[in-house]
């Protein structure tokens, strides 16, 4: 057993970044970051005053005209030396990306690799942003559509991919011109903090990008704010659609508020058995199912009992062996869910699944810890069977590592469950079948569809989907969408007399 | 001790490159040897190279889209340990074949993640198969230089 060093090695007191300065905050008020593995604090986040959000909005207002006219070649080279130094300090926040939230070094390696990847398509701003134009659209009259940058966004990020997530958008948003203010989750603020540092050493003009650790006091100031031009917004389905959406949208403000999931990985008989158990596991377990596109009801088709019989024993043999422990202990597959809170909800819909009737046939309240660390964030997998559309298990969006196995007579009637749920996140299917698969794709409503894929998320140059209660807004996160986010469109016409 | 996970088995994996460079090192450096003298210098480069060329190959490859749960069952430290400690009784075509089972054991652990890592992992089934067929080809060289000192 080999545990990686701890980068954090004591209790690190977190401060704001505004106007290219790093302030400590005014608020008396701080909250534990603790190491959900070892349960030892690990920082002190300061959960910011108004006042403290409403000076980085002024310093990413004022330091909006400047940097709207730099080049968008410019521009772009600041990402490169961001990307450079994030290259090299790769390890270093992908280990905090551990100690934070509790997922493994591999899963956290992902992460800091996703996020990367959309500094570089951001990098390609000078083509990305171009317009169009079409000469003589009369005698004489030509006509071009050119895309200007608005102003100052923000973003408020969750707690589940905190260095990741943040860029979905403001790599987007500062290459094409605009500011921005990065408001992390005050249960996982430090990989952002390192992030800041590195866009500090890369040398952004200050005001560009500023962060203001904090809670609901500061993201109010975001929603309401009237020279905050945009909200990006990653959380659950009711802080997204009745708070950041309404509120911002009132405050005639852009959103996009990508929210909460109930995803379903649709498994045919034809399909390769020994692949597809494979990637169930990563697509239920992942990241200790507290991914937005984890697989969280697996539906298997057909009347064939031998088939269903042999795929679901695959599944339990494979999932009672997952060795669960600390992230930077090099052996472990699973690491302990974010937060005590977060393990006693997920606790409390297994307890729910039990009353409604479905069969427990893998019990994740028994476990066994690699390395002794406390019991407190842990759980292992659990797999529920014979369970029903209309259980809560199979409704809710449970974030944590739950399978429910649900039966579908034929492909229809599992398009049909999908389509039922209010969420439309993302949806799997499994099979040899080309036809089975277009007609999934074609019919399915989701944002995010995986073909052979238990994980359907989008690399950075595609958006990132979703839609029903799981997106609320009209453009996504990542690539051509977040061009469109960031950028007003504006239309000339010229004659020459 | 099994490898269950990419990160155990890329820690693995800089480990034996990181001995190996070592021990070609330290085989360059002793005059008993010189007559490899230029072939272990490379070969030592080589070995820092790859390192940090598989390092960027995982690094680009993982995602959190990769499956890692993925278990990489029948995988074991013990089985690709190598012996690279030098006593004064190696002669020179002791060193030599010494080498040629340092590559042969390193090709093989690269073989094996190569074709754990394919269903699910290709990029790095495919990087890692590429050092393997350098291995294999570092050790015809060692056994072409031990038949020529033979002969020679």
């Known amino acids: 057993m080999t545990v990686l060093e701890e980068p ?19 608020s008396n008020v701080f909250r534990d970051v603790v190491n959900p593995a070892t349960m030892k604090p690990i920082a002190k986040v300061p959960i910011s005053k108004a006042e403290e959000m409403e000076r980085a909005v002024e310093a990413a207002r004022e330091a909006f005209p400047k940097w709207r006219r730099t080049p968008p070649l410019t521009r772009a080279r600041y990402l490169f030396r961001l990307k450079e130094l994030l290259e090299e300090k790769f390890e270093e926040i992908s280990r905090v990306g551990v100690m934070e939230h509790g ?3 591999d899963e956290s390696r992902g992460e800091t690799r996703r996020g990367i990847e959309n500094v570089e398509v951001a990098m390609g701003i000078p083509s990305l942003m171009m317009g169009y134009n079409l000469e003589d659209i009369s005698r004489g009259i030509d006509e071009y559509a050119i895309r200007q940058p608005l102003g ?39 990989s952002q903090t390192k992030f800041i540092e590195l866009i500090d050493e890369a040398g952004f ?12 006091e500061a993201v109010n100031v975001l929603l309401r704010h009237p020279d905050v031009k945009g909200i990006s917004f990653v959380g659950s389905t009711r802080v997204g659609r009745d708070v950041v959406y309404k509120e911002a949208a009132a405050h005639g403000k852009r959103v996009q508020a990508q929210c909460g999931a109930k995803n379903f990985v649709v498994v045919m008989s034809d399909t390769a058995i020994d692949s597809t158990v494979a990637s169930v596991m990563s697509s239920f377990f992942g990241n200790t199912g507290q991914r937005c596109l984890s697989g969280a ?13 042999r795929l679901l024993r695959q599944v339990v043999e494979i999932a009672s062996c997952i060795r669960i422990g600390y992230g930077l202990d090099e052996s472990v597959q699973m690491g302990p869910l974010q937060a005590e809170v977060r393990k006693k909800q997920v606790l409390g819909y297994i307890e729910k699944g039990l009353e409604e009737g479905a069969k427990l046939v893998l019990d994740g309240r028994k476990f066994k810890i690699l390395g002794g660390y406390p019991e407190n964030c842990f759980l292992g997998p659990s797999i529920f069977e014979d369970v029903t559309s209309d259980m809560v298990i199979a409704k809710e969006e449970i974030f944590g590592p739950v399978m429910s196995v649900l039966r579908a007579k034929n492909l229809d ?40 894929v238990g994980i359907a998320a989008p690399m950075a140059f595609f958006p990132f989907g979703g839609s029903k209660d799981s997106f609320f807004g009209d453009l996504h996160g990542q690539g051509r969408d977040a061009i469109e986010f960031f950028t007003e469109k504006k239309i000339v016409i010229v004659r020459w007399f | 001790m099994d490898l269950y996970t990419a990160s155990a088995i890329m820690s693995l994996y800089g480990k034996l490159e990181e001995q190996s460079a070592r021990f070609y090192e330290d085989l360059a450096a002793n005059e008993r040897y010189s007559e490899g003298g230029e072939v272990f210098l490379a070969f030592a480069r080589e070995d820092k190279r790859h390192r940090g060329m598989m390092l960027r190959a995982y690094q680009e490859t993982i995602t959190d889209a990769f499956e890692v749960v993925h278990s990489f069952s029948g995988l074991r430290e013990s089985d690709y340990r190598i012996d690279t400690e030098l006593t004064e009784d190696l002669s020179y075509s002791d060193i030599l074949r010494r080498a040629a ?44 230089l031990l038949e020529e000192h033979h002969l020679g």
Request: glycine share 6%; charged share 20%.
């Open chain 1, 297 to 309: 009801n697996l539906v298997i088709v057909g009347e064939d009992d031998a088939f269903y019989q």
């Open chain 2, 101 to 144: 089972e340092v590559e042969e054991r390193i090709y093989r652990f690269c073989v094996d993640v190569s074709e754990k890592s394919r269903e699910l992992l290709d990029d790095l089934s495919h990087a890692f198969e590429g050092v393997a067929e350098r291995k294999a080809s570092r050790r015809l060289r060692l056994e072409s």
């Open chain 1, 205 to 216: 003009p200050p005001g560009v990008i500023n962060m203001v650790q904090g809670d609901v």
């Open chain 1, 103 to 105: 997922k493994t070094i």
């Open chain 1, 152 to 190: 100052v966004f923000a973003c408020i990020a969750p707690f589940n991919f905190p260095f990741m997530v943040p860029t979905w958008f403001m790599p987007y948003a500062v290459a094409t011109g605009n500011t921005y203010i990065i408001k992390p989750s005050p249960w996982t603020p430090i």
């Open chain 1, 8 to 26: 954090i090695k004591e209790v690190i007191t977190l401060r704001n970044y505004i106007n290219g300065e790093w302030v400590g905050s005014e």
């Open chain 1, 413 to 452: 009637e599992a398009i049909e469950m999908i389509n039922s749920s209010s969420y439309g996140n993302a949806a799997s299917i499994f099979t040899d079948s080309g036809k089975a698969s277009q007609k999934f794709q074609y019919e399915v409503q989701c944002g995010n569809i995986g073909i052979n």
